[in-house]
Nanobody, 118 residues
Framework: EVQLVESGGGLVQAGGSLRLSCAAS????????IGWFRQAPGKEREVVSS????????YYADSVKGRFTISRDSAKKTVYLDMNSLKPEDTAVYYC???????????WGQGTQVTVSS
Protein backbone atom coordinates (compact mmCIF):
# COMPACT_ATOMS: atom_id res chain seq x y z
CA GLU A 1 0.00 0.00 0.00
CA VAL A 2 1.32 3.40 -0.98
CA GLN A 3 1.33 5.99 1.76
CA LEU A 4 2.50 9.58 1.90
CA VAL A 5 2.38 11.03 5.38
CA GLU A 6 2.91 14.73 5.92
CA SER A 7 3.90 16.13 9.28
CA GLY A 8 5.38 19.24 10.81
CA GLY A 9 2.55 21.67 10.36
CA GLY A 10 1.33 23.91 13.12
CA LEU A 11 0.73 27.44 14.29
CA VAL A 12 3.58 29.92 14.01
CA GLN A 13 3.93 33.68 14.17
CA ALA A 14 4.80 35.67 11.08
CA GLY A 15 8.53 35.56 10.49
CA GLY A 16 8.83 32.13 12.04
CA SER A 17 9.87 28.83 10.57
CA LEU A 18 8.52 25.32 10.14
CA ARG A 19 9.85 22.14 8.61
CA LEU A 20 7.35 19.93 6.85
CA SER A 21 8.11 16.28 6.20
CA CYS A 22 6.60 13.92 3.66
CA ALA A 23 7.39 10.31 4.49
CA ALA A 24 6.75 7.78 1.73
CA SER A 25 6.18 4.06 1.92
CA UNK A 26 5.11 1.43 -0.57
CA UNK A 27 6.93 3.07 -3.49
CA UNK A 28 10.36 2.92 -5.08
CA UNK A 29 11.20 6.34 -3.78
CA UNK A 30 13.98 7.14 -6.23
CA UNK A 31 11.58 6.75 -9.16
CA UNK A 32 9.33 9.51 -7.89
CA UNK A 33 9.37 13.24 -8.26
CA ILE A 34 7.86 14.88 -5.18
CA GLY A 35 5.90 18.07 -5.01
CA TRP A 36 4.52 20.22 -2.24
CA PHE A 37 1.18 21.89 -2.86
CA ARG A 38 -1.01 24.04 -0.66
CA GLN A 39 -4.63 24.98 -0.52
CA ALA A 40 -5.98 27.93 1.40
CA PRO A 41 -9.67 28.25 2.26
CA GLY A 42 -11.65 29.31 -0.78
CA LYS A 43 -8.68 29.00 -3.08
CA GLU A 44 -7.47 26.43 -5.56
CA ARG A 45 -4.65 24.08 -4.75
CA GLU A 46 -1.34 25.50 -5.96
CA VAL A 47 2.13 24.12 -6.37
CA VAL A 48 4.66 25.43 -3.88
CA SER A 49 7.79 23.48 -4.69
CA SER A 50 8.98 20.27 -6.27
CA UNK A 51 12.10 18.15 -6.47
CA UNK A 52 13.11 15.69 -9.13
CA UNK A 53 13.77 12.02 -8.59
CA UNK A 54 17.19 12.08 -10.15
CA UNK A 55 19.50 15.02 -9.64
CA UNK A 56 17.45 16.89 -7.09
CA UNK A 57 16.50 19.67 -9.44
CA UNK A 58 14.07 21.87 -7.59
CA TYR A 59 11.32 24.29 -8.47
CA TYR A 60 9.78 27.03 -6.36
CA ALA A 61 6.74 29.18 -6.86
CA ASP A 62 7.63 32.86 -7.02
CA SER A 63 5.73 33.47 -3.80
CA VAL A 64 8.11 31.27 -1.79
CA LYS A 65 11.43 31.71 -3.56
CA GLY A 66 14.19 32.61 -1.17
CA ARG A 67 12.12 31.55 1.85
CA PHE A 68 11.39 27.84 1.30
CA THR A 69 13.85 25.04 0.62
CA ILE A 70 12.95 21.56 -0.56
CA SER A 71 15.20 18.56 -0.04
CA ARG A 72 14.97 14.79 -0.12
CA ASP A 73 16.57 11.95 1.82
CA SER A 74 16.43 8.73 -0.15
CA ALA A 75 17.56 6.61 2.79
CA LYS A 76 14.59 7.84 4.83
CA LYS A 77 12.23 8.06 1.85
CA THR A 78 11.35 11.52 3.03
CA VAL A 79 11.08 14.93 1.42
CA TYR A 80 11.35 18.05 3.51
CA LEU A 81 10.11 21.57 3.03
CA ASP A 82 11.93 24.10 5.17
CA MET A 83 9.82 27.21 5.43
CA ASN A 84 11.37 30.40 6.75
CA SER A 85 10.16 33.98 7.06
CA LEU A 86 6.61 32.72 7.07
CA LYS A 87 3.83 35.11 6.19
CA PRO A 88 0.11 35.01 7.01
CA GLU A 89 -0.55 34.35 3.32
CA ASP A 90 1.35 31.06 3.66
CA THR A 91 -1.53 29.77 5.78
CA ALA A 92 -2.96 26.70 4.08
CA VAL A 93 -3.16 22.94 4.16
CA TYR A 94 0.06 21.61 2.67
CA TYR A 95 0.04 18.38 0.70
CA CYS A 96 2.79 16.31 -0.80
CA UNK A 97 2.39 14.54 -4.09
CA UNK A 98 4.51 11.77 -5.59
CA UNK A 99 4.63 11.00 -9.31
CA UNK A 100 6.39 8.03 -10.85
CA UNK A 101 8.62 9.25 -13.66
CA UNK A 102 7.97 6.12 -15.72
CA UNK A 103 4.32 5.21 -15.18
CA UNK A 104 3.06 8.64 -14.09
CA UNK A 105 1.28 6.96 -11.19
CA UNK A 106 0.38 9.73 -8.77
CA UNK A 107 -0.26 9.71 -5.03
CA TRP A 108 -1.25 12.35 -2.47
CA GLY A 109 -0.84 12.65 1.24
CA GLN A 110 -3.58 13.67 3.61
CA GLY A 111 -2.20 17.15 4.22
CA THR A 112 -0.89 19.10 7.19
CA GLN A 113 -2.22 22.46 8.36
CA VAL A 114 0.08 25.45 8.49
CA THR A 115 -1.26 28.58 10.17
CA VAL A 116 0.77 31.77 10.29
CA SER A 117 -0.51 34.46 12.63
CA SER A 118 0.20 38.12 12.09
Amino acid sequence: EVQLVESGGGLVQAGGSLRLSCAASGITFDYYGIGWFRQAPGKEREVVSSISESDGTSYYADSVKGRFTISRDSAKKTVYLDMNSLKPEDTAVYYCDATDIWTKDNYWGQGTQVTVSS
